[in-house]
């Protein structure tokens, strides 16, 4: 029992990593149909953007880490949501995924180019000491993680539900026209929702850094675990990233446990077929009509 | 996840809005085959893979373009299928000595069946979440082909598979290769050029411009949805067929998940829905990034960004830019826009 | 059609190929610079760049300059064999890389029949069993490294059994099918048998696996940035058996990203910076000058490799290609003859290398050898 307790928090860990990645893509994809396939890059490149202000520039960390993300926030918040998505997302959702690949690419490639090709050891804020769960070890920076991961689902459900902005907002994802002709202002609305994401984007980075270490192709796999862990938990619901996260954590630390290790990445998966053909819009999605 | 605010944009149609484009379509698939086939002489033996490599790539991003640019379905396993027909062809002729011919057959035959297998219960749920399904099934044929050591090789894969004879004629060399694969490709390209003009290619087409207004003019949507599909993953079969002993050794990194997201890269930079996106495609996928090499460590990022830049300011790919042009050349206005 | 002609003319232009330069040497370096190789490969490339700089400085190559291009093989069959072709086309004195052992497979028949030498990185054992004549290493493989680490287990750590952690792609699963039969023979059983992804998010459950095991020492035979987060969340769970490892458990990369989670972990090493002698030192001290960090196995390797081409040139007395393979195959290159090589090295006739190697402990964060083991066949 012991043990599997021990997994079970090991898969909750690893979950809320994935879960932190996996609310931008629920966030974008509501207010404005966009599939981010950069997502993993873009909660790989703050960590790399710090480290490379702090060689570049000699500043200090947290110098660094303001530039870093200062820079981040401006260039792939606003900046994506300017030059990349406005221009294509009204020829559809698939011309913009591909050139979400692109960008990958490019934020991959400039990341390993332009840093270092190799992982970097990024400094926690958190000690990295552990503590005894239920006869489980469990870091501090996991706990850290696992904490923020809910602290910002509830913000965003607060701010969504309990701010003026925040219904504006909501108005917008479900309704563009009509939040129109409320007099809302779509456009900063949905701009709103990208800086969002470009910043809850550093929180993942600079939180998952410290285990994940920075390093140009760690946006592959977590994206591709957040993109699983969306679909999973409903990609129409910002709390469905939180529980499609911790569900795919934890089925995968699981299946590493106890059914086979090469094929552990398979178990998600078929987890992933059964949801959809059972509960097509996902474990939290709500159903959405037809239309014609 | 919703259906996306359906890709009508993409899909205009063909054909209409340039008046002869369908003759002209296939005399510049026997054009292209025939500068093709003496395109490499004095190129060198690098070059005439580039060639070949592209037009191998160009059969994958046909079917998956018959797949999404005619009938609307995402899929994100080309590449896994490519996998299935080119694992399939290497084991058939290196462990049992069957003749390449009859493997390339079976190669198409397999990919096709599992297309349908995998697209019944995915079609049956929605249309779109095939995407999620076929996510899912690369990553599979990806675990499968690296774990299971016995059959596949795993990591270390499958070497020196054997290039085919043509009626005795040995098509070892590099030219001769190439010019087989030429061949294939004409074959497998004018098949999909028949396909499109007949009444199951116009059925694919209405079903993208609207499944239901299709459902309502009594086409069997899904039937027809279960087919294109499953032809466009018989074409990755054909692909994989050809690659392997165009490379003379598989493993399971060229069938990954993220290569199938590069061919819808390359279905999409080219277009699309249109007949020749795919060689446009494959053509900026396989050959531009071979050809940048002289800007050294950053060519990949200026294989990415030309793209990304030609996906803002055309998303309809090359081929919708080439026709965008042509229509303002000719002053014609194009298509239902 | 036009745009058709006009794509065919391009291609034409863009793939026709100059024709290379008669008064340089000129070597293509196929590597891994992007895709699950790029570290490896940069660190190879880095080492080849550092070597034909030093050659370059000294006059060169039997008086002519050597010209090194590095082409991406996106660690990928087809592209490395696009890259090894248009290296030959190019007319490549020799073909350094590619690191894994996919492309090398994909590659190695191109070399073969166009009669050059590629010198590769790759440490899986298959590719050297194929009877190809032109194929070298530039470090032990993993058949010849392997026997070490079950004797040292046995000998030395005395271990009954063993948690084997591997990471499953040809590396790590080459060394795990290379050292399962070694440690059958020295009767050590394995405890647990434990397969990780590449990149994989974390490694705790792995550990806890590990952990539960109760073996009596643990194997880790991952890539650089995994071994160092799974020492560390092997120490999250209070693992304290000992760590042994092969060259990359041990490698300067992993210390500096494991931090304290390395102390004590053992191994055997077959190319270091840290080993005593002092051209790897020196090499290794060069290195961090140039590049900014410190160069793992597959920096010394690619500056072998260049050292090793020079060696053989100037042992035939010419340039002749199919000569460098004739030369470099069955040669024993000395230290002294040519301190670029860093350390003794005999190759085999099927390209495989006998060099002495070390073993290892990480003490304060430092790699610190404490035996040097002869060569397998002295």
């Not at chain 1, 509830?154 to 563009?176: E, I």
């Not at chain 2, 795993?154 to 694969?181: C, M, Q, T, W, Y």
């Not at chain 3, 087809?78 to 030959?88: D, E, K, L, W």
Request: charged share 15%.
């Amino acid at each position: 029992m012991a043990e599997f307790t021990a997994y079970l928090i090991a898969g909750i860990a690893t979950g809320a990593i994935y879960a932190l990645a996996a609310i931008g893509f629920t966030l974008v994809w509501q207010t404005s149909q966009t599939i981010n396939f950069a997502q993993g890059e873009f909660v790989m490149l703050p960590a790399v953007l710090v480290l490379l202000a702090v060689k570049l520039f000699g500043a200090p960390l947290w110098l660094g880490a303001l530039i870093g993300i200062f820079a981040f926030i401006l260039i792939f918040g606003a900046g994506f949501k300017l030059v990349v998505v406005d221009p294509m997302i009204r020829h559809g959702v698939l011309p913009l995924a591909i050139a979400t690949m692109a960008l990958s690419i490019i934020m991959k490639e400039g990341a390993k180019d332009g840093f270092s090709a190799e992982a970097q050891n990024f400094p926690s804020f958190v000690p990295t000491s552990t503590i005894e769960v239920f006869g489980a070890a469990i870091s501090l920076q996991h706990l850290t993680i696992i904490a923020c991961a809910f602290a910002v689902i509830g913000a965003l459900q607060w701010f969504v539900g309990g701010t003026r902005l925040g219904r504006q907002m909501q108005a917008t994802a479900q309704n563009p026209t009509v939040a129109r002709i409320l007099g809302i202002p779509v456009e900063r609305m949905v701009l709103l929702t990208f800086v969002i994401n470009a910043a809850l984007a550093v929180v993942a980075s600079v939180l998952i850094s410290p285990i994940y270490l920075a390093k140009f192709s760690n946006g592959e796999v977590i994206g591709l675990f957040a993109f699983i862990a969306a679909i999973v938990g409903g990609f129409n619901q910002v709390r469905g990233a939180l529980v499609g996260g911790l569900v795919v954590g934890v089925i995968d630390s699981l299946a590493a446990a106890y059914i086979s290790s090469s094929y552990r990445l398979a178990v998600p998966l078929v987890l992933l077929v059964v949801i959809i053909l059972l509960k097509p819009e996902g474990l939290m999605g709500r159903k959405e009509e037809r239309r014609v | 996840m919703s259906a996306p605010a359906t890709t009508n944009d993409l899909s205009r149609p063909r054909g209409r809005a340039l008046p002869g484009l369908i003759d002209g379509t296939l005399v510049t698939l026997l054009l292209g085959a025939a500068i093709l086939w003496f395109a490499p002489v004095g190129m060198g033996r690098y070059g005439t893979y580039v060639l070949s490599l592209w037009l191998v790539m160009s059969i994958a991003v046909m079917g998956l373009n018959l797949t999404l640019g005619y009938a609307g379905l995402k899929s994100l396993a080309q590449a896994a299928f490519m996998g299935l027909g080119a694992y399939t062809t290497a084991l058939l002729t290196t462990k049992l000595g069957v003749s390449w011919y009859a493997a390339f057959a079976l190669s198409g035959l397999l990919t096709f069946a599992v297309g349908i297998v995998l697209g019944f219960p995915a079609l049956r749920v929605k249309a779109h979440y095939l995407a999620f399904v076929t996510l899912a099934f690369s990553t599979l044929i990806w675990l499968i082909l690296r774990n299971e050591q016995w059959l596949t090789g795993g990591v270390f894969g499958i070497s020196n598979i054997n290039r085919p004879d043509f009626f005795g004629i040995k098509l070892f060399g590099a030219l001769e290769f190439h010019r087989f694969v030429v061949a294939v490709t004409l074959i497998l390209a004018v098949a999909q050029w028949w396909l499109i003009r007949s009444p199951w290619g116009r059925a694919f087409t209405a079903l993208r411009e609207n499944p239901i207004r299709a459902a309502s003019l009594g086409i069997d949507t899904r039937a027809y949805t279960l087919l294109a599909f499953a032809i466009g993953s018989a074409y990755a079969g054909f692909a994989g067929a050809l690659y392997a002993p165009l490379v003379e050794f598989i493993d399971p990194s060229p069938f990954s998940l993220s290569q199938s997201f590069f061919l819808l890269l390359m279905v999409v930079a080219g277009g699309a829905g249109y007949l020749l996106g795919p060689f446009v495609g494959a053509l900026l996928g396989v050959v531009l990034p071979e050809w940048l090499r002289f800007a050294g460590s950053l060519y990949l990022i200026i294989f990415a960004s030309i793209v990304l830049l030609l996906l803002i300011a055309c998303p309809q790919g090359v081929s919708g830019l080439l026709e965008r042009g042509w229509t303002k050349l000719t002053g014609r206005r194009g298509g239902t826009r | 059609m036009k745009s058709k002609l006009a794509i065919a003319a391009m291609l034409a232009a863009g793939l026709a190929l100059p024709a290379s330069a008669q008064d340089k040497i000129k070597l293509v370096d196929v590597i891994e610079l992007s895709g699950a190789g790029a570290t490896a490969g940069t660190n190879f490339k880095n080492g080849a760049d550092l070597a034909v700089a030093d050659i370059n400085a000294k006059g060169g190559i039997l008086g002519k300059q050597v010209e090194i291009v590095h082409y991406d093989s996106q660690t990928n069959p087809g592209n490395t064999r696009a890259a090894v072709q248009r290296g030959i086309d190019e007319g490549a004195y020799a073909i350094l890389g590619p690191v894994f052992s996919g492309p090398i497979a994909a590659s190695m028949q191109i070399s073969q029949r166009a009669e050059t030498a590629q010198i590769v990185a790759g440490e899986a054992a298959g590719f050297t069993k194929q009877g190809n004549p032109y194929i070298f290493r530039t470090s032990l493989s993993q058949a010849a490294a392997m026997p070490k680490i079950a004797k040292y287990l046995k000998d030395t750590v005395k271990a009954g059994s063993v948690a084997v952690v591997w990471v499953n792609n040809d590396f790590g699963k080459g060394g795990r099918d290379a050292i399962l039969p070694e440690l059958e023979k020295a009767g050590i059983k394995v405890a647990v048998d434990v397969a990780t992804e590449q990149g994989q998010a974390d490694f705790a459950a792995d550990a806890i696996k590990v952990k539960n095991s109760n073996a009596d020492a643990v194997f880790v035979y991952l890539n650089e940035e995994e071994s160092a987060r799974f020492l560390r969340a092997a120490k999250q769970q209070g693992i304290t058996k000992p760590m042994i490892g092969e060259t990359t458990l041990l490698g300067a990369k992993v210390l500096e990203l494991a931090g304290d989670a390395a102390n004590g972990v053992r191994g055997h090493v077959g190319l270091s910076t840290d080993a005593p002698i002092p051209a790897l030192q020196e090499f290794g001290k060069r290195y961090r000058e140039k590049y900014g960090f410190a160069s793992d196995h597959n920096g010394i390797k690619g500056y072998m490799a260049v050292h090793m081409v020079k060696w053989a040139t100037e042992k035939q007395k010419k340039i002749d290609r199919k000569g460098l393979a004739d030369t470099l195959r069955g040669a024993t290159i000395k230290a002294s003859e040519e301190p670029g090589i860093l350390m003794d090295t005999v190759i085999e006739q099927n390209g495989d290398l006998d060099r002495e190697s070390f073993l290892a402990e990480v003490i304060d964060g430092k790699q610190v050898i404490n035996t040097t083991l002869p060569r397998i066949k002295p």
